[in-house]
């Protein structure tokens, strides 16, 4: 009861006694779990989006981040999304989610991508839209941006990655998700699958020599502490969804979805240019902290992707429908 005088105090500010509405809890309270740093723009402008979310729900609607893996690694994380113990996942789609939904994964075909007008070309335009629809079939609620992690490039301890020869038989680490394993089994590697929370320890520990990611991880993440080299091969191109379960999401009336899908969206576009231009001007910081850099001419790495069935294995394993909507953007990978 006193409880229920204090809510009614605190609405309507009778007594003018601001605090007290400040105490009071939100309506919805939705947690959003996430694998990278703190510092990374993705959490700043998730942040923001958070911010603005409160503001226009006055109040009734609170996203909390848990960034950096507080709440586990990726599987753990997605497995608390899909059961509603986590509210929102943002998922890499060539990641976890595509141990639900396998055809979330064709971003990480090698050498897809050429550039950023070929991945928004896609990810906004039919490819994204089909990827929607087959996580919808899921179960799964997703937003409609995709939020850039950026193109990955291949880091190394004991020597840089100049060609192919040199990733023969590396101990490397790839995130979870099968296609990551082919891909760099068909580049001659010897990959293991590693949630990105360990990554670092397995670097230090020497658990595996290499791994691969976008430089804006690998300086927020300090993989430059334990890892020397940089080959710019931006082999591959990853982004992350937002997902949550059905059930969860439309758990919220439908005017507080629509202002947390309106301001998720919007910061996904700010977080983009936020990533491309880091990932443009990191690499003059990343050497002052000691990494060495090399850009590797890239046909040797494709030619011994096409050479090993590598492209025509991708093509059977998306089909013709999926590997058409990406090929319209890239042109023939096969
Ligand atoms: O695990 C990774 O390497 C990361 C952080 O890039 C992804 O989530 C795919």
């Known amino acids: 009861l006193q409880g ?15 605090w007290i509405r400040r105490a009071q809890a939100a309506e919805f309270v939705y947690k959003l779990g996430h694998d990278l740093p703190a510092s990374h723009p993705f959490n700043k402008r998730l942040l923001e989006a958070a911010e603005m979310i409160k503001r226009d729900s006055d109040g009734r609607l609170e996203i909390r981040l848990f960034p950096n893996n507080q709440l586990g690694g990726d599987p753990d994380m997605f497995a608390q999304m899909r059961s509603g113990a986590l509210e929102i996942f943002a ?8 141990s639900l939904v396998p055809k979330t994964a064709i971003w990480t075909v090698g050498f897809a991508f050429k550039d950023y007008s070929q991945v928004f070309g896609a990810l906004d335009g ?11 079939k899921a179960g799964l609620e997703v937003q409609q941006n995709v939020w850039d992690n950026g193109f990955r490039q291949i880091t190394s301890g004991a020597k840089p990655i100049l060609s192919p020869a040199d990733l023969k038989g590396m101990k490397f680490r790839v995130p979870p998700g099968r296609l990551w394993i082919s891909l760099f089994s068909a580049l001659g590697a010897s990959p293991a699958t590693i949630s990105f929370n360990e990554v670092y320890l397995a670097l230090q520990s020497k658990l595996v020599e290499g791994q691969e990611n976008a430089l804006a991880i690998i300086d927020s993440a300090k993989l430059y502490e334990v890892q020397k080299y940089c080959s710019l091969t931006s082999h591959a191109w990853d982004g992350f969804w937002l997902v949550s379960n ?13 202002i947390a899908s309106k301001h998720l969206n919007a910061q996904a576009l700010k977080e983009r240019q936020d990533v491309a231009a880091l990932n443009a001007s990191l690499q003059k910081s990343l050497e002052a902290k000691g990494m060495v850099f090399n850009a590797p001419d890239i046909q040797p790495f494709r030619e011994m992707l096409r050479k090993s069935g590598y492209y025509g294995e991708m093509q059977k394993t998306f089909g013709a429908e999926e590997w058409g909507l990406l090929e319209k953007v890239t042109g023939r990978l096969a």
Do not use: C, F, H, K
Not at 126 to 136: D, F, H, K, S, V
């Open 126 to 136: 039919e490819l994204g839209a089909y990827l929607r629809g087959l996580i919808n």
């Open 91 to 98: 998922s890499s789609g060539a990641n976890t989610l595509s």
């Open 246 to 258: 059905r059930q969860t999401w439309q758990r919220l009336p439908s005017n507080l979805r629509d």
């Open 4 to 18: 229920t005088a204090t809510a009614a105090v605190a609405a309507t500010g009778v007594l003018g006694a601001p």
